[in-house]
Every structure is written in C-alpha cells, then in structure tokens.
C-alpha cells in the first residue's frame, strides 16, 4: 500500500523532504486520556497489550490526536523474555517485575528460543496488522524491540533498578554464560522483528535504553556486537539504534549498518552530527522536561534544536519517552512547531 505521508521513510533513509518528521517515543499512553480510558476498560496494561483490537486503537490515537507523522505499535519490550519463558508483571508505580531471573546456567532453562514467534507474539503481529488496515497508509507503523542488553538487564536483575549491579556482575562473574544469554535473545529478536516487518512494520527501531550504565569496552563486548548482527540481519526497511546514554559509543553506532540513530538529550545535535558524519539520519533529541514548561518556550526550545542541524537528515523527538503527566496540549505545541519550521 502506498503510504500517503511517507516523510519519517524518506528522511530515514536520507532522500529529500519537504519538511522534518515528528514523532514521539511513548507517543501512545498515559499523556493521552483517550488511552486511560481504553486502559481503564481492561484488567490493566498487559491485557491492552495482548489484545491486538485495543492495542491498535491506541497506537492510532496519537496519528488522529496529536498529528504525528508516524505511529509505533502498542506492545512492550518485555514480550520478547516473557515469550522465552520469563513471565512479567506491570505493578503500577513501581514498574516491571519478573517472578523468576536467570542468574545461573541452570537457570538458562527459562532463555528459550526454540518457539514459533506467531504461536507466542502472535498478538503483536496481529496489532500491526489491524493498526496497517486502520491507518489506510496515512503513516507508516514503526515496529521495536529491546536491544539485547537491555533485555538482558530485565532477565537477569527481574526489575527496573539505577545501577543493574546484579546485571552487570554477570559479566564479570559469568561471562560465558552473559554470551550465552545475549546470543540467544539476539536469535529471538532476529525473528520477532521480521515477524513484524512480514505483518507490516514499515521502519524498526531498537531500544538499548539501558546503554549508558556500561563502560565503553563492555558495551562493545556486551552490547554492540549483538546489535551489530541484528542490524545486519535486517535489510527489508529502514532500521534504528537507540543507544541511550551510550555517547561514548557514538562513534561505533554509527559504524553499524543503520539507517538513523537515536540521540539523547545529553548531547547537542551539532556534537553528535559531527562525530556520526552525513551518512545516518538523527532521531530526537528535545529534553522531555522542556514539555513542563510553557507554550511560549516549548516553541523556543523545539526551535532551538531545530536551528541546531546541519543536515536534513532528521527525525525530529524527544531525546526519550515523554512523561505521562505531561500535558497533551504542550505535545501538540511542539509537534505544530516542528511542522512549521521551514528547512533551510
Ligand atoms: O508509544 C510507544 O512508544 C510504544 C509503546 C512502548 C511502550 N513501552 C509502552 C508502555 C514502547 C516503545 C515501550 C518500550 C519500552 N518498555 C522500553 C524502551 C524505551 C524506554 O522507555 O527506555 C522499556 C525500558 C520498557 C520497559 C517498561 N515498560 C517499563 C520500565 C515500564 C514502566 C515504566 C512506566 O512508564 O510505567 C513499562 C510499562 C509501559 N510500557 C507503559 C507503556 C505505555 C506504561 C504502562 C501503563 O501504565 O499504561
């Protein structure tokens, strides 16, 4: 199907456009009362995710709410442990948490990756399918999953945490067994994200939100080389690396075979340009705290960023999810800005 605002493909993959895409991480949730209230009509988060009707009703929210130029599918990174044998739960304020972890090679018992993606994940497919029939080719769908560090970082500590000290020991203490794990979910993730792109994912992104905890040599050893075989693995659309915090790194990322790369709001722009160089598109990279403040200065800022690039290679963001008491009408303020903003 021919897609009727196709800005976010053509800036990934560095044609010409008329005018910066936007869109936002997170677009879909908790800032969106119309998401509340879908929400609300379930038993909570996971049912949303796992019914692919509902989930695709609020990935289209933010294309007919906010104007966005692209959707991402409603689902989570935490499907891909949980379809190897790891099962999570969402505890509201507290945030995710798996009854078992995988420690020890024993426990490898819970890594598997010998399952049919559509038999376990079936029900994301199935969102993008619905999503694709109900966006009409309006906007393309951005299909994810976690890098696998960070789904590492979730299987092996079993919650959020700041430091993910029981994470990273592993690789101290255990690094036969970190490859072992990280070789496995990159097999996985291989899988999934075709399995999306086959249902109809039009770009992929790839989230290591928790890039920056590493040092830079262990994230080459433990994070890179696993996101190196899945962007080589991926050629059929458009692919993205979001490495947060990972700025250390920058260089290596953008070695990788991506299309774009996902900045976070600790670097400039400019900076960050002339370390990658022209041959990848950027993606973000506003302060999500910018949207607490007022119109006036959600316009300046976005402004700000915008004066900031060099190129046209760029897919306008926040340099991560927008926070969920953020107010829609600041959203919508600094998605107006962007679609005005005249490229020079
Ligand atoms: O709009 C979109 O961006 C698509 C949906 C999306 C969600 N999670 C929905 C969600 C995406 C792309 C994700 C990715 C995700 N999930 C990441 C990587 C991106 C990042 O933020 O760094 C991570 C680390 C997770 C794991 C996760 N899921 C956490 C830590 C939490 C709890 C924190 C929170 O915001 O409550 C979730 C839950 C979650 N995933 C929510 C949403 C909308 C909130 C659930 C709710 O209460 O409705």
């Known amino acids: ?42 038993s909570g988060f996971k049912e949303l995710v796992e019914t692919p009707e509902r989930a695709a009703e609020v990935t289209i929210q933010p294309i007919d709410i906010l104007g966005v130029d692209a959707a ?42 010998n399952f049919d993606i559509e038999d376990r994940l079936g029900y994301v497919t199935e969102a993008i399918r619905i999503a694709n029939k109900e966006l009409n080719g309006r906007v393309p769908l951005i299909g994810f999953a976690g890098a696998p560090w960070t789904i590492f970082c979730y299987m092996t500590e079993g919650q959020g945490s700041k430091t993910f000290s029981e994470s990273r020991k592993i690789l101290y ?22 399995a999306q792109i086959n249902a109809g994912a039009h770009m992929v992104q790839v989230f290591d939100s928790w890039a920056g905890i590493l040092g830079e040599r262990q ?24 490495a947060k915090g990972a700025y250390a790194s920058a260089h ?71 926070y969920p008491d953020v107010d829609p009408e600041k959203v919508k303020t600094f998605i107006n800005t962007v679609k005005n903003f005249k490229i020079k």
């Open 219 to 242: 994230y080459e050893e433990f994070g890179l080389k696993y996101m190196e075989r899945i962007v080589n693995a991926i050629n059929e659309v458009p692919i993205t690396v979001f």
């Open 72 to 113: 991402i599918i409603f689902s989570d990174i935490l499907v891909v442990p949980e379809a190897m044998g790891l099962e999570y739960q969402l505890i509201e304020k507290k945030g995710p948490w798996f009854e078992k972890t995988i420690r020890s090679t024993d426990e490898l018992i819970y890594a598997n990756t």
């Open 173 to 194: 203490t255990n690094p036969t067994l970190a490859h072992e794990l990280l070789d496995r979910i990159t097999e996985v993730t291989i899988k999934y994200l075709k």
């Open 1 to 42: 199907m021919k897609i009727e605002n196709d800005l976010l493909l053509r800036a990934a993959r560095g044609e010409d456009i008329k005018r910066y895409p936007v869109w936002l991480m997170r677009q879909a949730g908790r800032i969106l009362p119309e998401y509340r209230a879908v929400r609300g009509a379930l």
């Open 252 to 322: 290596k990322i953008a070695a990788l075979n991506c299309n774009t790369i996902g900045v976070d709001w600790n670097t400039d722009m400019r900076t960050f340009r002339d370390i990658v160089g022209e041959n990848k598109t950027l993606q973000g990279n506003l302060d999500p705290c910018v949207l607490y403040s007022s119109h006036n200065e959600v316009e300046k800022m976005t402004n700000n960023m915008l004066n900031s690039f060099k190129s046209k290679r760029h897919i306008v963001n926040l340099g991560h999810g927008v």
